[in-house]
């Protein structure tokens, strides 16, 4: 099973409400990574889980936070967002070798929409 | 620093004409090297991955891949196009421990009738 599931698929949401973007996978991936993906751009990454732990932070807003429960389950915490930040938003898991070349497998994505 | 570059942000081809997408990278150091697929509204599918066993890489769908380190090029290609080909590719690579994608522009390829 190489499946990588996200919750909800679509999320509209205002300005000054706090929201959460959900990703599961029982690969036994130990990495985990949270993307951006804008119309017609490659995804940008946001931040990468390592063995639970945070491991790279890609300069995003403190708007966003992310949270990983376990080694199964990514969370996305969405807090006074900008209407800028509309995007694609994109979960990957990867098994967490070190040595390079693993390989990444996506979820569907949350397309979200900020008014 | 790394980089990936796609020639053609668009590609249209017929129907059962023969798919080329152009990937070149970067890199003094043998890459890892990946193409996926978007479809519309959907995530990334992987469609092959090179890791040196072999230069010529098979992946899913009938596309394939060949690695050129004198090119430094891994060019995608599929004898014979299908409609459902219609979509978004990406070519990305990786080098490191940290296995950090990173990602060309894209190429969106269009299939005619």
């Known amino acids: 099973d190489t499946e990588v599931t996200q919750t909800p698929k679509h999320l509209v949401m205002g300005m000054t409400n706090k929201k959460s973007l959900k990703c599961e996978q029982h690969m036994g991936h130990r990495a985990m990574y949270w993307y951006k993906q804008k119309a017609k751009k490659p995804p940008e990454l946001m931040f990468v889980y390592s063995y639970e732990k945070l491991s790279i932070n890609e300069s995003v807003p403190s708007r966003f936070s992310p949270e990983c429960p376990n080694s199964s389950l990514l969370n996305l915490h969405l807090h006074a967002l900008q209407p800028e930040d509309s995007a694609l938003y994109l979960c990957a898991s990867s098994l967490g070798t070190s040595g390079g070349g693993d390989t990444q497998y996506f979820g569907p994505g949350t397309r979200l929409t900020v008014l | 620093a790394q980089s990936v570059t796609q020639l053609g942000s668009h590609v249209s081809v017929s129907e059962g004409a023969l798919v080329l997408l152009r990937c070149n990278y970067s890199?003094?150091?043998?890459?890892?090297l990946f193409w996926y697929v978007q479809y519309p509204n959907q995530g990334l599918q992987l469609l092959l991955k090179y890791t040196s066993a072999a230069t010529l890489v098979k992946g899913i769908n009938g596309f394939e891949a060949e690695f050129k380190k004198s090119e430094t090029s891994f060019h995608l290609t599929k004898p014979s196009a299908h409609m459902s080909d219609a979509a978004e590719y990406f070519c990305?690579?990786?080098?490191?421990?940290?296995?950090?994608?990173?990602f060309g522009g894209g190429t969106r390829l269009m299939v005619k009738p």
């Open positions: 890199s003094s150091v043998p890459p890892y």
């Open positions: 990305a690579v990786s080098y490191n421990a940290g296995n950090m994608l990173t």
